[in-house]
C-alpha cells in the first residue's frame, strides 16, 4: 500500500515536470510572475454574427478581466484591465500564486470583455470566447530577472462589435 502511494507521488511530480516546466524550473529560487497578454477589436458589420476578425480595429481604452478560480471553482483572482492606444492589454497579476496544479493559469484563469469606450461598438462577442472566458495560451514567452521570472501568457483576441449595421440591399 505504502509503495502505491509513493509510485502515485513519483509519478504525479514527473507529470508536473513535464507539463509545466515554468514551475519546476531550474530557478525555484526565483518569484514568478504571472502576464496574461491580448487584443481587443471592434468586430466590423461585415463580420458581425461569425468568429471573423477580418476588417476588425482595436479599440483603445477598452476594459477586459482576468479571472482565476481554484480547484473548488472559487473566483481566486479578479481584477480589470485597461487596452493601451492599440487595443492592446498587459495584464500582470500581481499576488497571483500558483499553489497546485489546478491553480496553473492554463487551467485556472480566463479573460472577459468588461466594456467598450467606443458609443458606436460595444456590444459584447463571443468571438474566442470573449463573453464566456477566453482560455489562455502558452506561447514560451518568458523574462528572467535577477530575482523572477515572468511567464506571458496569451488570450484572444476579443471583440465587441456594432449595435447598429447598414443594411446592404
Not at 526565483?30 to 466590423?44: N, R, T, W
Not at 458609443?119 to 470566447?129: A, H, I, P, R, S
Not at 464566456?132 to 471583440?159: C, H, M, Q, S, W
Request: hydrophobic share 40%.
Amino acid at each position: 500500500m505504502a509503495s502505491s502511494r509513493l509510485l502515485i507521488l513519483f509519478a504525479s511530480l514527473m507529470v508536473i515536470e513535464l507539463a509545466f516546466p515554468t514551475i519546476t524550473a531550474a530557478h525555484p529560487e526565483k518569484k514568478i510572475e504571472v502576464v496574461v497578454e491580448g487584443i481587443v477589436y471592434c468586430q466590423s458589420c461585415e463580420a458581425a454574427g461569425t468568429w471573423s476578425l477580418t476588417g476588425a480595429k482595436p479599440i483603445p481604452a477598452a476594459k477586459v478581466s482576468v479571472i482565476c478560480k481554484n480547484h473548488k471553482d472559487q473566483v481566486s483572482y479578479y481584477k480589470a484591465f485597461e487596452t493601451d492606444g492599440n487595443g492592446y492589454f498587459y495584464a500582470q497579476l500581481d499576488g497571483y500564486t500558483i499553489h497546485s496544479l489546478f491553480d496553473h493559469p492554463l487551467q485556472a484563469c480566463y479573460v472577459k470583455l468588461v466594456s467598450s469606450p467606443l458609443e458606436n461598438c460595444n456590444l459584447l462577442t463571443n468571438v474566442n470566447k470573449g463573453l464566456y472566458g477566453a482560455p489562455l495560451r502558452y506561447e514560451n514567452k518568458k523574462f528572467y530577472g535577477k530575482d523572477y521570472l515572468t511567464v506571458i501568457y496569451a488570450a484572444g483576441p476579443v471583440a465587441f462589435r456594432p449595435d447598429h449595421c447598414p443594411v446592404h440591399s
